[in-house]
C-alpha cells in the first residue's frame, strides 16, 4: 500500500533562515511524483513543487527545493529564507502513475515562522 | 486563465439530509478529483473523474456519489449527512492524460460543510 509520513507536527523557524520539512513515503511502483502543497489558513491548497520518481536532479521552484533521496524514499522540502507568509500547513503527497490523478498526502507539517 | 472554483464556500445542513457540491475545473482540464479534509482523518482521496467517468474511487461508503458532465464540470453528493461529514471539501482539476507521468493538480477553495 502507498503511504506518506511526515513526522514533524509542528516547526518553528526564524525569519530568514532555512527550514527543512520531512516526507517519507512507501510504494512498491517504480514511476510516481511527489508533490508539496501549501495550505494557509484560507484552505486553498497551493502547489509549490513537483519531483519525478526518474528524475535524476533535484527540483527546485524558487525558494523552495526538494531533496529527493530515492533510495531511503524521502523527499524533504527546504525552504531558504523563510518569510512570514510562509506560516502554514505543508502537505506531501505522492501520485503513483497507474493510479490516475489520486494524491495520497501526509498527515501535513504546520510551519510558524517567528520575526 | 480562471481557477478551480467551488460552490457553495459554506453550507450548513443537519443529519439525515443531502447535499450536492460543484465543482468547476479550469477551462481545458478533463480530470477533477475530489478530497476531504478533516482535522482527524486528514485529506483523504474520495473519486476522480476524466472525460465523464470515473477513473478511480477511494474508501468512502456509497452516500459519497459523484458525477462529471460533458464541460468537465463536477459535482459530488453526499446523502443521509452524518456528524461525522462535517469537512472541508476540496476539488482538484489536472490537465491529466491516462498514462502521463506528471500532473500538477490545482485545487479550489473548497467547501466548509457543516453538519449539526
Known amino acids: 500500500a502507498q503511504k506518506i509520513t511526515q513526522t514533524q507536527p509542528g516547526m518553528f523557524v526564524q525569519e530568514k533562515e532555512a527550514v527543512t520539512l520531512d516526507c517519507t513515503y512507501d510504494t512498491s511502483d517504480q514511476s510516481y511524483g511527489l508533490f508539496w502543497y501549501k495550505q494557509p489558513s484560507s484552505g486553498e491548497m497551493i502547489f509549490l513543487i513537483y519531483?519525478?520518481?526518474?528524475?535524476?536532479q533535484n527540483a527546485t521552484e524558487g525558494r523552495y527545493s526538494l531533496n529527493f533521496q530515492k533510495a531511503r524514499k524521502s523527499a524533504n522540502l527546504v525552504i531558504s529564507a523563510s518569510q512570514l507568509g510562509d506560516s502554514a500547513m505543508y502537505f506531501c503527497a505522492m501520485r503513483v502513475t497507474n493510479q490516475g490523478g489520486k494524491l495520497i498526502f501526509g498527515q501535513g507539517t504546520e510551519l510558524s515562522v517567528k520575526p | 486563465k480562471a481557477g478551480v472554483t467551488q460552490t457553495p464556500r459554506y453550507l450548513i445542513k443537519t443529519r439525515g439530509q443531502q447535499v450536492t457540491l460543484s465543482c468547476s475545473p479550469i477551462?481545458?482540464?478533463?480530470?477533477v478529483s475530489w478530497y476531504q479534509q478533516t482535522p482527524g482523518q486528514g485529506l483523504q482521496f474520495l473519486f476522480e473523474y476524466f472525460s465523464e467517468t470515473q477513473r478511480n474511487k477511494g474508501n468512502f461508503p456509497g452516500r459519497f456519489s459523484g458525477r462529471q458532465f460533458s464541460n468537465s464540470r463536477s459535482e459530488m453528493n453526499v446523502s443521509t449527512l452524518e456528524l461525522g461529514d462535517s469537512a472541508l471539501y476540496l476539488c482538484?482539476?489536472?490537465?491529466?492524460?491516462?498514462?502521463?507521468?506528471?500532473?500538477?493538480?490545482?485545487f479550489g477553495p473548497g467547501t466548509r460543510l457543516t453538519v449539526l
Open positions: 477551462s481545458g482540464h478533463r480530470s
Open positions: 482538484a482539476s489536472s490537465s491529466l492524460t491516462p498514462g502521463s507521468h506528471y500532473n500538477e493538480q490545482f
Open positions: 519531483q519525478g520518481s526518474y528524475d535524476e
